[in-house]
């Protein structure tokens, strides 16, 4: 079964641009998560999606968007991007947002001028 | 806030080596997901533990659930430099919809 994957993996943008970044879970797997990882600050956690409803959500500003299809793919969308957005943004998927174990893609890796 | 404190947060030791990370919480979990990281990768699933004094081997790496489900360690024996990366913890509530993550243990393991 194919592992998590996202597009691009690698994204250069400049301050007040706009970005999103996709996501497709494992097949079968209904519920997505996004995660946003610096030295800093480590994994934090965005946003949770199952079923194409929001179902849990960080502490992160509403430039920070999400949604997902009715084939499951997510996408995360990230306005008026700021140099303290440069990130790697991490997916993960399980098979519903009641199961505990949840598979990761390798990142997209954002890097803000 | 439930918390995962992870350590110790550094560890660089000699190939062959034996060494333990820890990650205590003071919630109860359902489970616990170990994970390693490499540079730019995403983590990779190492081991669920789901029951508390549950003893998990995968070759040379052993993971343990304390019983009351709020700590959990991993013992690595005889370490090579392959086991070199960044080791996260991960505590889920069945039914809370987000895990709660560790800071993580860099490791790094010299031939």
């Known amino acids: 079964k194919a592992g998590v994957t996202q597009t691009p993996r690698y994204l250069i943008k400049t301050r007040g641009q706009q970005v999103t970044l996709s996501c497709s879970p494992i097949s079968g797997h209904r519920s997505v998560s996004w995660y946003q990882q610096t030295p800093g600050q480590g994994l934090q956690f965005l946003f949770e999606?199952?079923?194409?409803?929001?179902?849990n959500k960080g502490n992160f500003p509403g430039r920070f968007s999400g949604r997902q299809f009715s084939n499951s793919r997510s996408e995360m969308n990230v306005s008026t991007l700021e140099l303290g957005d440069s990130a790697l943004y991490l997916c993960?998927?399980?098979?519903?947002?009641?199961?505990?174990?949840?598979?990761f893609g390798p990142g997209t890796r954002l890097t803000v001028l | 806030t439930q918390l995962l404190e992870q350590s110790p947060q550094f560890l660089s030791i000699q190939e062959g080596e034996n060494l333990t990370v820890y990650c205590n919480s003071s919630?109860?979990?359902?489970?616990l997901q170990w994970y390693r990281q490499e540079p730019g990768e995403g983590p990779v699933l190492l081991v669920t533990?789901?029951?508390?004094?549950e003893v998990k081997k995968l070759k040379r790496l052993t993971f343990q659930f304390g019983d009351a489900r709020k700590d959990s360690s991993l013992h690595i024996t005889a370490a090579q430099p392959g086991d070199t990366g960044l080791y996260l913890c991960a505590g889920a509530r069945t039914n809370a919809g987000k895990s709660t993550f560790g800071d993580g243990t860099t490791l790094t393991v010299k031939p």
């Open positions: 919630s109860v979990f359902s489970s």
């Open positions: 993960a998927s399980r098979e519903t947002t009641f199961t505990d174990t949840q598979y």
């Open positions: 999606y199952f079923s194409e409803t929001q179902r």
């Open positions: 533990v789901v029951t508390g004094g």
